[in-house]
């Protein structure tokens, strides 16, 4: 697997021809090799904007931005593209191809050989959860979901650094896209790629992002945090209104208890390491209990009591 | 117009079923196909062929151009839309002064009636790419040319195939007028059985049913040849 | 110059001549009106009603195809051979010419109604009849009136065509050179020109003009939007 890029926005800005307000309002971010990085806003935020002027869908009217320290307007057009997995809400494969034409499309432009390619394929259709005879079904006899995985196994076709997500879940139904949420973050665990995604949900964004730049109306970026920090900081009214509430049960949510100091010995209900924190307190207040025994199989790590929750906020 | 030749049975010497002016006589229609019916058959082919052919030679840079400039397209779709309602029947006798009572006059009327059918649709094939399919193609950093060629061309496939549908059908339906400048065509044969006296039923009916047979033969084969090369259209959604 | 000349002549055989071409060009609209009156009869009820049932598409969609692979002399010929020359065979070849187009047009055009709406009118409480008259039709009428215009000029484009089994009309004109030399021809085949683009731009007035007007400028909106779009 190829290294991941690491991404920078360096005071991008976007005015659409006659539009007072900017798309995208002289934006600056870094966003490290590796980062799963979520923009998140109210529609008129400019995040798909900012998206697509990575890839150069969209051209921008001044500042820079760099991928790996390269200006991306200097590279040729068609290489930036193919060197940048692209993923959209519509998934847009193309009707008149099976799955596997849609997958090998970019190792083709690449002119990469044909056994390469193949094997390539079978690869990346069982990376996302597909099946290898499944690559001479046609895109119109897929499920939405199902359509959504070929687009992800398009996008991840070339080995690409970088991963471009717009909306990818938006269509779909909330089980569907549960699911499909939760092994992107395995994938990007495993493949280790730069990820941007864009969302209107901030629940999306918190559950998928190691980090989320928010923007606001008129393309302003309001901020860029992690989960944890955004959730117990927000800067400012627009920021914490637009995370909403319920924050401290959410940040507890982001943390499991293998990743606590635990208190030492036994006591208590037992419940898995991997459990959530915000889990483990609802378990608490559920069983009336005081504490509850964290245990790998047969294996006790320790304990867990309600205090401890406060702790981390 | 020449109301003789050998195409007008002699009601005084065929046999009892073309003199009885029958509804249907094999044996006429046996006895003149070489001489008659054959060849009317085969000029049919002949004006529908070169006429679709270049219509669509015609149509098709026109279509693609119209598709890169969009501009172009209302005034080529407003002119071809009036052209079309010109009858075939007057167009053909409106071309005479410049081309003669000639095959080239026929074929003239019958090109611009295929490019009138040809070039909208091959336009709208062309759009029918939906915008999500296009973007993806140029996020992936196809280029232009990869797109026209790999994405919108095949995805117009269909649109392009029912135009040539309509156009080969309504050429054949249209050639039969062409009967009413020149001596050719499937539409001959019927012209010279209306004239005589007695209107003979064998001739209409061979000839008739040789040009509807022909019609549709044609748009049966158009309809595999759509099969063939856009599988992708067959199958229905999951 | 030889075409200059050719048309002045068809111009100077008009000027000489407006009473009898106007007499012809009646003699043509009589018939093409009855023709496209005994079609309207036929095929407007049967395609309203099979597309308010959403029954029958293969008729309506059959209809088409042969009805554009039939050639109007083929017809012509075939009714002559059982009604004899004149004026009803005539009738009856053009009128079966425009019965494809308005009954694939009336019926796809009452079948696409979006089934959301007669959903709701449904549900409102209204009888077959009421959706019919007050949804669909309405809501139908352009696409009705495409089929109606197309077989109006079908049919009067058509009808000189039957000037070889005794139409009468400017087709009289066309078929005859014998007697009326080139610049007749040339003349007769203008006014049908002439006539026919009378009548496709006259329908064309009138279809604006009956177009609800929330169904004006709405071709964007007939292709149907993407789920999430709503």
New interface residues.
Partial sequence: MSSAAEIVFDRVTKRYPGRDEAAVDDLSLEIPAGAFCVLVGPSGGGKTTALKMVNRLIPFDSGEIRIDGRDIRTLPLTELRRGIGYVIQQVGLFPHMTVGDNVATVPRLLRWSKRRTSERVIELLELVGLEAADAKRYPSQLSGGQRQRVGLARALAADPPLLLMDEPFGALDPITRHRLQTELRRLHRDVGKTVIFVTHDIDEAIQMGDRIAILREGGVLAQYATPDALLADPVDDFVAQFIGGDRALRRLALRTLDELPLRPGESGPRVAPETTVRNAVSLLLELKADALTVADGDRVLGSFRLADASELL | MDGNGPVIPNFGQGDACVTGDHTFCWGWVRDHWSDTLGPALWQHVELTAVAVGIGFAIAFPLALLAHRFRKLEQPLGAFSALLYTIPSIALFQLLVPFTGITWTTVEIALVAYTLVILFPNVVAGLRSAPPDVVEAAEGMGLTRLQVLLRIELPLALPAIVAGLRIAVVSTISIGTIAAFLLPKGLGYPIFVALGNPIPFKTEIYAAGGLAVGLALLCDAGLVVLRWALAPWTRLARA | M??AG??GDAFRFIADNPGFLATKALDQVELSAAALAIALALALPLGIVLGHLHRGSSIAIGSS??G???????L???F??FLG?GFVNNMVALAVLGTGPVLTNSYEAVDGVERDVVEAARGMGMTHLQILRRVELPLALPLLFTGIRVAA?TI???A??AS??GGGGL?DI??N?ASYR?SG??A???C??AL??A??VGLAGLQAAVTPRGLRRTTVARTPL???QL
């Fill in positions: 030889i075409v050719a048309f195809i042969v554009r692979a039939l050639p109007s002399l083929v012509i010929g075939v002559l051979t020359i000029v009067v484009a058509t000189p065509v070889v089994a087709g066309i078929v050179q080139l021809v040339l007769a085949s203008l049908v020109m026919s683009t009548v496709f993407r789920k999430e």
